[in-house]
Protein backbone atom coordinates (compact mmCIF):
# COMPACT_ATOMS: atom_id res chain seq x y z
CA UNK A 1 0.00 0.00 0.00
CA UNK A 2 2.30 2.05 0.96
CA UNK A 3 4.12 2.59 -2.57
CA UNK A 4 1.13 2.93 -4.04
CA UNK A 5 0.37 6.44 -1.95
CA UNK A 6 3.93 7.12 -2.74
CA UNK A 7 3.32 6.84 -6.18
CA UNK A 8 0.55 8.90 -6.33
CA UNK A 9 2.18 11.75 -4.37
CA UNK A 10 4.83 11.83 -6.96
CA UNK A 11 2.60 12.31 -9.90
CA UNK A 12 0.55 14.89 -7.98
CA UNK A 13 3.96 16.61 -7.63
CA UNK A 14 5.04 16.25 -11.10
CA UNK A 15 0.93 17.15 -12.04
CA UNK A 16 1.18 20.35 -9.72
CA UNK A 17 4.31 21.21 -11.69
CA UNK A 18 2.74 20.92 -14.67
CA UNK A 19 -0.05 23.26 -13.69
CA UNK A 20 2.14 25.63 -12.34
CA UNK A 21 3.97 26.21 -15.64
CA UNK A 22 0.75 26.56 -17.67
CA UNK A 23 -0.57 28.44 -14.96
CA UNK A 24 2.59 30.71 -15.67
CA UNK A 25 1.92 30.82 -19.40
CA UNK A 26 -1.39 31.45 -18.54
CA UNK A 27 -0.85 34.42 -16.59
CA UNK A 28 2.64 35.82 -18.60
CA UNK A 29 0.44 38.22 -21.40
CA UNK A 30 -0.89 39.99 -18.60
CA UNK A 31 2.64 40.31 -16.83
CA UNK A 32 4.22 41.46 -20.34
CA UNK A 33 1.91 44.23 -21.24
CA UNK A 34 2.50 45.35 -17.35
CA UNK A 35 6.23 45.62 -17.29
CA UNK A 36 6.41 47.35 -20.62
CA UNK A 37 4.03 49.72 -19.18
CA UNK A 38 6.63 50.53 -17.19
CA UNK A 39 9.32 51.04 -20.14
CA UNK A 40 10.44 54.17 -21.81
CA UNK A 41 8.97 53.54 -25.13
CA UNK A 42 12.07 53.32 -27.36
CA UNK A 43 12.88 50.42 -24.89
CA UNK A 44 10.02 48.63 -25.51
CA UNK A 45 10.62 47.29 -28.97
CA UNK A 46 14.37 46.49 -28.06
CA UNK A 47 13.85 44.76 -25.43
CA UNK A 48 10.54 43.75 -24.58
CA UNK A 49 10.68 41.01 -22.45
CA UNK A 50 13.50 42.30 -19.82
CA UNK A 51 12.07 43.53 -16.36
CA UNK A 52 12.38 48.19 -16.34
CA UNK A 53 14.57 49.31 -14.68
CA UNK A 54 17.24 52.05 -14.13
CA UNK A 55 17.33 53.72 -17.45
CA UNK A 56 14.91 51.90 -18.89
CA UNK A 57 12.35 52.59 -16.22
CA UNK A 58 10.24 55.45 -17.41
CA UNK A 59 7.77 55.57 -14.40
CA UNK A 60 3.84 56.96 -15.23
CA UNK A 61 5.20 58.45 -18.05
CA UNK A 62 3.06 56.15 -20.34
CA UNK A 63 0.36 56.90 -18.32
CA UNK A 64 0.22 60.12 -18.47
CA UNK A 65 0.96 60.22 -21.99
CA UNK A 66 -2.02 57.50 -22.51
CA UNK A 67 -4.65 59.71 -20.70
CA UNK A 68 -3.71 63.17 -22.23
CA UNK A 69 -3.62 61.70 -25.99
CA UNK A 70 -6.43 59.80 -25.26
CA UNK A 71 -10.42 60.30 -23.60
CA UNK A 72 -9.52 57.29 -21.79
CA UNK A 73 -10.79 58.78 -18.56
CA UNK A 74 -13.95 59.23 -19.57
CA UNK A 75 -14.15 56.38 -21.93
CA UNK A 76 -13.72 54.89 -18.10
CA UNK A 77 -16.93 56.78 -17.11
CA UNK A 78 -18.64 56.14 -19.93
CA UNK A 79 -17.97 51.97 -20.31
CA UNK A 80 -19.34 52.00 -16.48
CA UNK A 81 -22.25 54.08 -17.31
CA UNK A 82 -23.50 52.39 -20.35
CA UNK A 83 -22.70 49.02 -18.77
CA UNK A 84 -24.42 49.78 -15.41
CA UNK A 85 -27.56 51.15 -16.74
CA UNK A 86 -28.23 48.86 -19.63
CA UNK A 87 -27.40 45.74 -17.49
CA UNK A 88 -30.10 47.36 -14.83
CA UNK A 89 -32.80 47.88 -18.22
CA UNK A 90 -32.19 44.61 -18.92
CA UNK A 91 -32.79 42.93 -15.75
CA UNK A 92 -35.94 44.89 -14.91
CA UNK A 93 -37.73 44.66 -18.98
CA UNK A 94 -36.60 41.41 -19.54
CA UNK A 95 -37.52 39.97 -16.48
CA UNK A 96 -41.06 41.48 -17.06
CA UNK A 97 -41.09 40.33 -20.46
CA UNK A 98 -40.20 36.89 -20.11
CA UNK A 99 -42.88 36.36 -16.89
CA UNK A 100 -45.78 38.48 -18.75
CA UNK A 101 -44.69 35.80 -22.28
CA UNK A 102 -44.69 32.68 -20.09
CA UNK A 103 -47.68 33.19 -17.69
CA UNK A 104 -50.50 34.35 -20.58
CA UNK A 105 -50.78 31.50 -23.36
CA UNK A 106 -51.85 33.02 -26.56
CA UNK A 107 -50.27 32.96 -29.82
CA UNK A 108 -48.64 36.54 -29.77
CA UNK A 109 -47.15 35.22 -26.34
CA UNK A 110 -44.89 32.33 -28.21
CA UNK A 111 -44.38 34.19 -31.52
CA UNK A 112 -42.63 36.70 -29.45
CA UNK A 113 -40.68 34.01 -27.58
CA UNK A 114 -40.04 32.28 -30.67
CA UNK A 115 -39.13 35.65 -32.12
CA UNK A 116 -36.60 36.40 -29.17
CA UNK A 117 -34.87 32.59 -29.51
CA UNK A 118 -34.22 33.34 -33.08
CA UNK A 119 -32.52 36.63 -32.08
CA UNK A 120 -29.77 34.55 -30.68
CA UNK A 121 -28.59 33.26 -33.67
CA UNK A 122 -28.73 35.99 -35.65
CA UNK A 123 -25.42 37.30 -36.19
CA UNK A 124 -24.23 40.36 -35.59
CA UNK A 125 -23.22 41.41 -39.13
CA UNK A 126 -26.77 40.75 -40.49
CA UNK A 127 -28.61 43.81 -38.82
CA UNK A 128 -25.46 45.91 -38.23
CA UNK A 129 -25.47 48.66 -41.33
CA UNK A 130 -29.40 48.80 -41.21
CA UNK A 131 -29.56 49.47 -37.20
CA UNK A 132 -26.99 52.23 -37.49
CA UNK A 133 -28.62 53.98 -40.12
CA UNK A 134 -32.22 53.47 -37.70
CA UNK A 135 -29.77 54.59 -34.74
CA UNK A 136 -28.87 57.84 -36.59
CA UNK A 137 -32.77 58.89 -37.80
CA UNK A 138 -33.72 58.26 -33.89
CA UNK A 139 -30.97 60.04 -32.56
CA UNK A 140 -29.85 56.94 -30.73
CA UNK A 141 -26.25 58.05 -31.24
CA UNK A 142 -25.32 59.15 -27.48
CA UNK A 143 -25.36 57.09 -23.95
CA UNK A 144 -29.01 56.51 -23.47
CA UNK A 145 -29.63 55.57 -27.09
CA UNK A 146 -27.04 53.05 -26.67
CA UNK A 147 -28.70 51.35 -23.71
CA UNK A 148 -31.99 51.25 -25.38
CA UNK A 149 -29.91 49.55 -28.18
CA UNK A 150 -28.23 46.97 -25.48
CA UNK A 151 -31.64 46.39 -24.14
CA UNK A 152 -32.52 45.19 -27.27
CA UNK A 153 -29.32 43.51 -28.53
CA UNK A 154 -29.29 41.64 -24.60
CA UNK A 155 -33.02 40.81 -25.07
CA UNK A 156 -32.72 37.85 -26.66
CA UNK A 157 -31.05 35.50 -24.57
CA UNK A 158 -31.95 37.17 -20.92
CA UNK A 159 -36.12 36.46 -22.02
CA UNK A 160 -35.09 33.48 -22.84
CA UNK A 161 -33.19 32.44 -19.66
CA UNK A 162 -35.65 34.44 -17.34
CA UNK A 163 -38.61 32.28 -19.46
CA UNK A 164 -37.07 29.06 -18.49
CA UNK A 165 -37.15 29.81 -14.77
CA UNK A 166 -40.40 31.20 -14.23
CA UNK A 167 -41.67 28.41 -15.82
CA UNK A 168 -40.76 26.32 -12.67
CA UNK A 169 -42.32 28.66 -10.41
CA UNK A 170 -45.32 27.42 -8.77
CA UNK A 171 -48.96 29.59 -9.96
CA UNK A 172 -49.69 29.07 -6.22
CA UNK A 173 -47.53 31.62 -5.17
CA UNK A 174 -48.43 34.50 -7.31
CA UNK A 175 -52.66 33.27 -6.60
CA UNK A 176 -52.01 33.28 -3.59
CA UNK A 177 -50.41 37.12 -3.34
CA UNK A 178 -53.71 38.07 -5.76
CA UNK A 179 -56.24 36.91 -3.88
CA UNK A 180 -54.65 38.90 -1.00
CA UNK A 181 -55.48 41.88 -3.16
CA UNK A 182 -52.33 42.59 -5.10
CA UNK A 183 -52.21 43.45 -8.14
CA UNK A 184 -50.07 42.20 -11.11
CA UNK A 185 -47.06 44.55 -11.02
CA UNK A 186 -47.53 44.50 -6.90
CA UNK A 187 -47.07 40.50 -6.91
CA UNK A 188 -44.58 40.32 -9.87
CA UNK A 189 -42.77 42.87 -7.94
CA UNK A 190 -42.90 41.55 -4.04
CA UNK A 191 -43.29 37.95 -5.10
CA UNK A 192 -41.91 36.67 -8.37
CA UNK A 193 -38.73 38.41 -8.61
CA UNK A 194 -37.34 37.68 -5.44
CA UNK A 195 -37.40 34.67 -6.55
CA UNK A 196 -35.91 35.02 -9.93
CA UNK A 197 -32.94 37.02 -8.16
CA UNK A 198 -30.27 33.64 -8.76
CA UNK A 199 -31.17 34.25 -12.39
CA UNK A 200 -31.27 37.74 -12.40
CA UNK A 201 -26.94 37.41 -10.85
CA UNK A 202 -26.55 34.92 -14.27
CA UNK A 203 -28.11 36.95 -16.65
CA UNK A 204 -26.55 40.45 -15.19
CA UNK A 205 -23.07 38.62 -15.24
CA UNK A 206 -23.37 37.44 -18.31
CA UNK A 207 -24.82 41.05 -20.08
CA UNK A 208 -22.08 43.20 -18.17
CA UNK A 209 -19.41 41.00 -19.52
CA UNK A 210 -20.20 41.42 -22.61
CA UNK A 211 -21.78 45.11 -23.25
CA UNK A 212 -18.35 46.04 -20.89
CA UNK A 213 -16.23 44.28 -23.72
CA UNK A 214 -18.28 45.19 -26.71
CA UNK A 215 -16.82 46.96 -29.59
CA UNK A 216 -18.38 47.23 -33.13
CA UNK A 217 -21.77 48.59 -31.58
CA UNK A 218 -20.64 51.67 -29.76
CA UNK A 219 -17.99 51.94 -32.71
CA UNK A 220 -20.10 52.48 -35.14
CA UNK A 221 -23.13 53.92 -33.59
CA UNK A 222 -21.52 56.84 -31.30
CA UNK A 223 -18.24 56.98 -33.89
CA UNK A 224 -14.81 58.21 -33.09
CA UNK A 225 -15.56 61.94 -33.42
CA UNK A 226 -17.69 62.86 -30.23
CA UNK A 227 -16.54 62.58 -26.78
CA UNK A 228 -19.18 59.33 -25.44
CA UNK A 229 -16.23 56.80 -26.61
CA UNK A 230 -16.07 53.99 -24.47
CA UNK A 231 -13.18 51.97 -23.46
CA UNK A 232 -12.53 49.42 -26.65
CA UNK A 233 -13.15 52.10 -29.37
CA UNK A 234 -10.36 54.06 -27.52
CA UNK A 235 -7.93 51.44 -27.42
CA UNK A 236 -8.43 50.32 -31.25
CA UNK A 237 -8.16 54.42 -31.85
CA UNK A 238 -4.78 54.51 -29.97
CA UNK A 239 -3.97 51.86 -32.37
CA UNK A 240 -5.81 51.98 -35.36
CA UNK A 241 -5.50 55.68 -36.91
CA UNK A 242 -2.46 57.15 -36.37
CA UNK A 243 0.86 55.78 -38.25
CA UNK A 244 3.77 56.30 -35.61
CA UNK A 245 2.62 54.10 -32.64
CA UNK A 246 3.10 54.86 -28.77
CA UNK A 247 3.86 51.74 -27.54
CA UNK A 248 4.06 52.80 -24.35
CA UNK A 249 0.86 55.02 -24.26
CA UNK A 250 -0.54 51.84 -26.01
CA UNK A 251 0.48 48.99 -22.86
CA UNK A 252 -0.34 51.66 -20.22
CA UNK A 253 -3.72 51.44 -21.56
CA UNK A 254 -4.09 48.32 -22.13
CA UNK A 255 -3.01 48.08 -18.31
CA UNK A 256 -5.84 50.30 -17.82
CA UNK A 257 -9.00 48.65 -19.62
CA UNK A 258 -7.99 45.32 -17.88
CA UNK A 259 -7.44 46.20 -14.33
CA UNK A 260 -11.48 46.80 -13.60
CA UNK A 261 -12.29 43.21 -15.07
CA UNK A 262 -9.47 41.77 -12.92
CA UNK A 263 -11.53 43.48 -9.97
CA UNK A 264 -14.73 42.39 -10.60
CA UNK A 265 -13.52 39.13 -11.57
CA UNK A 266 -11.76 39.34 -8.20
CA UNK A 267 -14.59 39.90 -6.17
CA UNK A 268 -17.55 37.78 -7.51
CA UNK A 269 -15.34 34.92 -8.68
CA UNK A 270 -17.90 32.70 -7.48
CA UNK A 271 -20.97 34.25 -9.27
CA UNK A 272 -18.89 34.75 -12.47
CA UNK A 273 -18.32 31.30 -13.35
CA UNK A 274 -21.68 29.73 -12.19
CA UNK A 275 -23.12 32.58 -14.31
CA UNK A 276 -21.13 31.60 -17.48
CA UNK A 277 -21.42 28.29 -16.87
CA UNK A 278 -25.54 28.06 -16.99
CA UNK A 279 -25.68 30.35 -19.73
CA UNK A 280 -23.63 28.23 -22.14
CA UNK A 281 -25.25 25.24 -20.69
CA UNK A 282 -28.60 27.19 -21.82
CA UNK A 283 -27.68 29.13 -24.92
CA UNK B 1 -55.17 35.57 -12.98
CA UNK B 2 -54.69 35.28 -16.74
CA UNK B 3 -56.95 37.67 -17.34
CA UNK B 4 -56.00 40.59 -14.93
CA UNK B 5 -52.63 39.98 -15.96
CA UNK B 6 -53.40 40.51 -19.42
CA UNK B 7 -54.62 43.72 -18.90
CA UNK B 8 -50.79 44.47 -17.79
CA UNK B 9 -49.84 43.79 -21.37
CA UNK B 10 -48.37 47.35 -22.20
CA UNK B 11 -46.61 47.55 -18.71
CA UNK B 12 -45.25 44.05 -18.80
CA UNK B 13 -43.85 43.95 -22.81
CA UNK B 14 -43.66 47.18 -24.69
CA UNK B 15 -40.37 48.29 -22.89
CA UNK B 16 -38.48 45.74 -23.99
CA UNK B 17 -40.51 44.84 -27.60
CA UNK B 18 -39.39 48.90 -28.31
CA UNK B 19 -36.06 47.74 -27.72
CA UNK B 20 -36.02 45.12 -29.86
CA UNK B 21 -37.63 46.34 -32.59
CA UNK B 22 -35.33 49.06 -33.18
CA UNK B 23 -32.11 46.74 -32.57
CA UNK B 24 -33.30 43.53 -34.05
CA UNK B 25 -36.50 42.89 -35.74
CA UNK B 26 -36.74 46.27 -38.13
CA UNK B 27 -32.99 45.77 -39.16
CA UNK B 28 -33.34 42.58 -39.38
CA UNK B 29 -36.02 42.89 -41.96
CA UNK B 30 -34.90 45.81 -43.80
CA UNK B 31 -31.47 43.81 -43.83
CA UNK B 32 -33.45 41.05 -45.79
CA UNK B 33 -34.68 43.53 -48.04
CA UNK B 34 -31.77 45.38 -48.67
CA UNK B 35 -29.66 42.65 -49.60
CA UNK B 36 -31.95 42.61 -52.91
CA UNK B 37 -30.58 46.50 -53.51
CA UNK B 38 -28.35 49.12 -54.76
CA UNK B 39 -27.78 51.64 -51.82
CA UNK B 40 -25.46 53.63 -49.82
CA UNK B 41 -27.97 54.44 -46.78
CA UNK B 42 -31.16 53.25 -45.78
CA UNK B 43 -33.06 56.01 -47.37
CA UNK B 44 -32.12 55.47 -51.27
CA UNK B 45 -32.78 51.58 -51.70
CA UNK B 46 -33.02 50.46 -55.41
CA UNK B 47 -34.52 46.77 -55.91
CA UNK B 48 -31.89 44.91 -58.19
CA UNK B 49 -32.99 41.34 -57.35
CA UNK B 50 -30.06 38.73 -57.06
CA UNK B 51 -26.67 40.69 -58.35
CA UNK B 52 -25.32 41.68 -55.33
CA UNK B 53 -25.91 37.65 -54.27
CA UNK B 54 -23.81 37.01 -57.73
CA UNK B 55 -21.11 39.74 -57.02
CA UNK B 56 -20.51 38.22 -53.62
CA UNK B 57 -18.63 34.85 -55.11
CA UNK B 58 -16.72 37.48 -57.53
CA UNK B 59 -12.85 37.06 -56.62
CA UNK B 60 -12.43 40.47 -55.52
CA UNK B 61 -14.47 40.36 -53.40
CA UNK B 62 -12.15 37.56 -51.07
CA UNK B 63 -15.33 35.86 -49.83
CA UNK B 64 -14.43 32.52 -50.92
CA UNK B 65 -11.08 32.70 -49.43
CA UNK B 66 -12.54 34.40 -46.29
CA UNK B 67 -14.66 31.83 -46.03
CA UNK B 68 -12.13 28.51 -46.24
CA UNK B 69 -10.00 30.81 -43.80
CA UNK B 70 -12.82 30.76 -41.22
CA UNK B 71 -13.00 27.28 -41.78
CA UNK B 72 -9.40 26.47 -41.31
CA UNK B 73 -8.81 28.49 -38.13
CA UNK B 74 -12.32 27.29 -36.55
CA UNK B 75 -11.10 23.43 -37.05
CA UNK B 76 -7.60 23.87 -35.31
CA UNK B 77 -9.69 26.17 -33.11
CA UNK B 78 -11.73 23.67 -32.12
CA UNK B 79 -9.44 20.60 -31.54
CA UNK B 80 -6.70 22.64 -29.90
CA UNK B 81 -8.63 24.25 -27.64
CA UNK B 82 -10.99 21.13 -26.38
CA UNK B 83 -7.79 19.30 -26.29
CA UNK B 84 -6.20 21.62 -24.12
CA UNK B 85 -9.08 22.79 -21.67
CA UNK B 86 -10.18 18.76 -21.29
CA UNK B 87 -6.88 17.80 -20.28
CA UNK B 88 -6.16 20.73 -17.76
CA UNK B 89 -9.87 19.44 -16.30
CA UNK B 90 -8.46 16.11 -15.95
CA UNK B 91 -5.70 18.07 -13.94
CA UNK B 92 -7.93 19.83 -12.04
CA UNK B 93 -10.48 17.09 -10.71
CA UNK B 94 -8.15 15.10 -9.04
CA UNK B 95 -8.87 16.90 -5.42
CA UNK B 96 -5.22 18.49 -5.19
CA UNK B 97 -4.52 21.42 -3.21
CA UNK B 98 -4.34 24.12 -5.28
CA UNK B 99 -7.05 23.35 -7.55
CA UNK B 100 -9.19 26.79 -6.86
CA UNK B 101 -6.26 28.84 -7.27
CA UNK B 102 -5.49 27.14 -10.75
CA UNK B 103 -9.01 27.22 -11.96
CA UNK B 104 -9.58 31.18 -11.50
CA UNK B 105 -5.90 31.83 -13.29
CA UNK B 106 -7.32 29.97 -16.50
CA UNK B 107 -10.78 31.15 -16.76
CA UNK B 108 -9.20 34.85 -15.89
CA UNK B 109 -8.59 35.68 -19.97
CA UNK B 110 -12.08 34.76 -20.90
CA UNK B 111 -13.33 38.28 -19.87
CA UNK B 112 -11.26 40.17 -21.30
CA UNK B 113 -12.62 42.22 -24.53
CA UNK B 114 -11.24 40.74 -27.49
CA UNK B 115 -9.75 44.26 -28.55
CA UNK B 116 -7.54 44.28 -25.56
CA UNK B 117 -6.44 40.61 -25.71
CA UNK B 118 -5.97 41.22 -29.75
CA UNK B 119 -3.44 44.35 -29.02
CA UNK B 120 -2.12 42.32 -26.03
CA UNK B 121 -0.86 39.29 -28.21
CA UNK B 122 0.13 41.47 -31.04
CA UNK B 123 2.56 43.43 -28.81
CA UNK B 124 3.32 39.86 -27.31
CA UNK B 125 3.52 37.82 -30.85
CA UNK B 126 5.81 40.97 -32.17
CA UNK B 127 8.39 41.19 -29.65
CA UNK B 128 9.25 37.56 -29.89
CA UNK B 129 9.01 38.11 -34.09
CA UNK B 130 11.37 41.19 -33.72
CA UNK B 131 14.16 38.91 -33.31
CA UNK B 132 13.71 37.17 -36.56
CA UNK B 133 13.52 40.64 -38.11
CA UNK B 134 9.67 40.09 -39.17
CA UNK B 135 6.47 41.05 -37.65
CA UNK B 136 3.15 39.21 -37.63
CA UNK B 137 1.58 40.95 -40.93
CA UNK B 138 4.56 39.48 -42.81
CA UNK B 139 3.00 36.38 -43.58
CA UNK B 140 -0.28 34.58 -42.77
CA UNK B 141 1.03 31.74 -41.23
CA UNK B 142 1.90 33.86 -38.32
CA UNK B 143 -1.57 35.53 -38.38
CA UNK B 144 -3.02 31.78 -38.31
CA UNK B 145 -1.52 30.55 -35.64
CA UNK B 146 -1.01 34.02 -33.71
CA UNK B 147 -5.17 34.07 -34.22
CA UNK B 148 -5.36 30.18 -32.97
CA UNK B 149 -2.68 30.73 -29.85
CA UNK B 150 -5.08 33.74 -28.69
CA UNK B 151 -7.96 32.00 -28.83
CA UNK B 152 -6.85 29.35 -27.04
CA UNK B 153 -5.40 31.31 -24.56
CA UNK B 154 -8.95 32.99 -24.31
CA UNK B 155 -11.05 30.12 -24.85
CA UNK B 156 -9.54 27.20 -23.03
CA UNK B 157 -10.42 28.56 -19.29
CA UNK B 158 -14.02 28.81 -19.91
CA UNK B 159 -14.58 25.01 -21.87
CA UNK B 160 -12.44 23.77 -18.88
CA UNK B 161 -14.95 25.22 -16.18
CA UNK B 162 -17.74 23.24 -18.32
CA UNK B 163 -15.65 19.98 -18.49
CA UNK B 164 -15.07 20.21 -14.63
CA UNK B 165 -18.79 20.55 -13.97
CA UNK B 166 -19.11 17.44 -16.60
CA UNK B 167 -16.46 15.47 -14.74
CA UNK B 168 -17.51 16.26 -11.00
CA UNK B 169 -20.72 14.65 -12.26
CA UNK B 170 -19.60 11.26 -13.51
CA UNK B 171 -20.06 8.60 -10.50
CA UNK B 172 -17.17 7.82 -8.66
CA UNK B 173 -18.53 4.14 -8.33
CA UNK B 174 -18.17 3.89 -11.79
CA UNK B 175 -14.57 4.51 -12.05
CA UNK B 176 -13.79 1.87 -8.95
CA UNK B 177 -15.59 -0.55 -11.22
CA UNK B 178 -13.51 -0.30 -13.82
CA UNK B 179 -10.14 -0.45 -11.97
CA UNK B 180 -11.64 -3.32 -10.24
CA UNK B 181 -12.23 -4.97 -12.87
CA UNK B 182 -8.63 -4.36 -13.80
CA UNK B 183 -9.02 -1.56 -16.50
CA UNK B 184 -6.24 0.30 -17.62
CA UNK B 185 -5.99 4.73 -17.14
CA UNK B 186 -6.36 4.61 -20.61
CA UNK B 187 -9.08 2.76 -20.95
CA UNK B 188 -10.89 3.98 -18.06
CA UNK B 189 -10.57 6.97 -19.85
CA UNK B 190 -11.82 6.19 -23.21
CA UNK B 191 -14.39 3.72 -21.92
CA UNK B 192 -15.77 5.25 -18.93
CA UNK B 193 -14.85 9.03 -18.50
CA UNK B 194 -15.32 10.63 -22.35
CA UNK B 195 -18.67 8.57 -22.83
CA UNK B 196 -20.17 10.25 -19.37
CA UNK B 197 -18.99 13.36 -20.76
CA UNK B 198 -20.38 13.38 -24.07
CA UNK B 199 -22.81 16.60 -22.83
CA UNK B 200 -20.36 18.68 -21.95
CA UNK B 201 -18.35 17.76 -25.36
CA UNK B 202 -21.16 18.67 -27.69
CA UNK B 203 -21.68 21.81 -25.93
CA UNK B 204 -18.42 22.99 -25.71
CA UNK B 205 -17.96 22.04 -29.55
CA UNK B 206 -20.49 24.48 -30.32
CA UNK B 207 -19.74 26.84 -28.15
CA UNK B 208 -15.76 26.96 -29.80
CA UNK B 209 -17.67 26.44 -33.23
CA UNK B 210 -19.77 29.21 -33.04
CA UNK B 211 -17.42 31.66 -31.28
CA UNK B 212 -14.72 30.95 -33.82
CA UNK B 213 -16.53 31.01 -37.00
CA UNK B 214 -18.00 34.46 -35.73
CA UNK B 215 -15.30 35.92 -34.63
CA UNK B 216 -14.19 39.50 -35.03
CA UNK B 217 -12.65 42.09 -32.60
CA UNK B 218 -9.61 39.69 -32.46
CA UNK B 219 -9.22 39.03 -35.68
CA UNK B 220 -9.53 42.99 -36.28
CA UNK B 221 -6.88 44.07 -33.60
CA UNK B 222 -4.52 40.76 -33.81
CA UNK B 223 -4.26 41.11 -37.92
CA UNK B 224 -6.30 43.39 -39.28
CA UNK B 225 -6.47 41.13 -42.67
CA UNK B 226 -2.97 41.36 -43.24
CA UNK B 227 -1.01 40.64 -45.26
CA UNK B 228 -3.23 41.41 -48.08
CA UNK B 229 -6.50 40.25 -46.40
CA UNK B 230 -5.38 36.73 -46.65
CA UNK B 231 -6.05 36.24 -42.18
CA UNK B 232 -9.29 37.62 -43.40
CA UNK B 233 -12.46 36.22 -41.44
CA UNK B 234 -16.15 36.25 -42.16
CA UNK B 235 -17.27 38.69 -40.40
CA UNK B 236 -14.05 40.91 -40.90
CA UNK B 237 -14.96 40.95 -44.37
CA UNK B 238 -18.62 41.78 -44.15
CA UNK B 239 -17.82 44.60 -41.94
CA UNK B 240 -15.07 45.86 -44.92
CA UNK B 241 -17.28 46.03 -47.59
CA UNK B 242 -19.68 47.92 -45.84
CA UNK B 243 -17.35 50.57 -44.94
CA UNK B 244 -14.04 50.44 -46.59
CA UNK B 245 -15.84 49.90 -50.14
CA UNK B 246 -18.04 52.51 -51.17
CA UNK B 247 -20.77 51.52 -53.22
CA UNK B 248 -20.74 47.92 -52.44
CA UNK B 249 -23.26 48.07 -49.30
CA UNK B 250 -25.44 45.61 -51.30
CA UNK B 251 -22.83 42.94 -51.44
CA UNK B 252 -22.03 43.19 -48.09
CA UNK B 253 -25.64 42.86 -46.86
CA UNK B 254 -25.81 39.48 -49.36
CA UNK B 255 -22.73 38.47 -47.06
CA UNK B 256 -24.43 39.18 -44.11
CA UNK B 257 -27.29 37.13 -44.98
CA UNK B 258 -25.18 34.09 -46.32
CA UNK B 259 -23.42 34.55 -43.48
CA UNK B 260 -26.66 34.18 -41.11
CA UNK B 261 -27.83 31.21 -43.09
CA UNK B 262 -24.60 29.55 -42.48
CA UNK B 263 -24.63 30.21 -38.85
CA UNK B 264 -28.35 29.52 -38.62
CA UNK B 265 -27.49 26.22 -39.97
CA UNK B 266 -24.59 25.18 -37.24
CA UNK B 267 -27.85 26.19 -34.42
CA UNK B 268 -29.99 23.70 -36.24
CA UNK B 269 -27.68 20.65 -36.55
CA UNK B 270 -25.77 21.99 -32.61
CA UNK B 271 -29.90 22.02 -31.26
CA UNK B 272 -30.73 18.55 -32.79
CA UNK B 273 -27.53 17.05 -31.65
CA UNK B 274 -28.01 18.35 -27.77
CA UNK B 275 -31.79 16.80 -28.24
CA UNK B 276 -30.74 13.54 -29.68
CA UNK B 277 -28.19 12.85 -26.64
CA UNK B 278 -31.24 13.85 -24.08
CA UNK B 279 -33.54 11.54 -25.62
CA UNK B 280 -30.55 8.54 -24.98
CA UNK B 281 -29.59 9.48 -21.35
Redesign the interface.
Known sequence: MKTVSDNKKGL?AV??C??TV??IV??Y??F??LI?SFKGKLFI?KD??ALPGGETFSGITNYVNGFTKTDMISAVGYSFFITIVSVF?IIL??S??A???T???SRLTSA?YY??VF?M???????????V???D??H?KNPIGMC??????G??LS?FMFSGFVKSIP?EI??AA?IDGA???ES?FKVVFPILKPTAITVAILNA?WI?????LPYLVIGVGTEYKT??VV??ML??SNGNKD?GA??AM?VV??IP??I???CC?KY??EG??AG??KG | MEKTLKKYFVIFTVPTLIAFAFAFIAPFLMGVYLSFCKFTTIKNAQWIGFSNYAAVFGSSQNFLNSLLFTAMFTVVAIITINVFAFGIALLLTRKMKGTNLFRTIFFMPNLIGGIVLGYTWQQMINAVLYKYETTIVSSAKYGFWGLVLLMNWQMIGYMMIIYIAGLQNVPTELIEAAKIDGATAKQTLFKVTIPMVMPSITICMFLTLSNSFKLFDQNLALTNGAPMNKTQMLALNIYKTFYDKPGFEGVGQAKAVIFFIIVALIAVIQLRATRSREVQQ
Open positions: NIFALIAFLPLFINSPFLFTMTYYIRIHLMFSIVPFQMVMFPMGLARFLILYLGFAGVLEEMNPLYMWNDFLIPVQVGMLMLAIIIFYLQIIVVAV
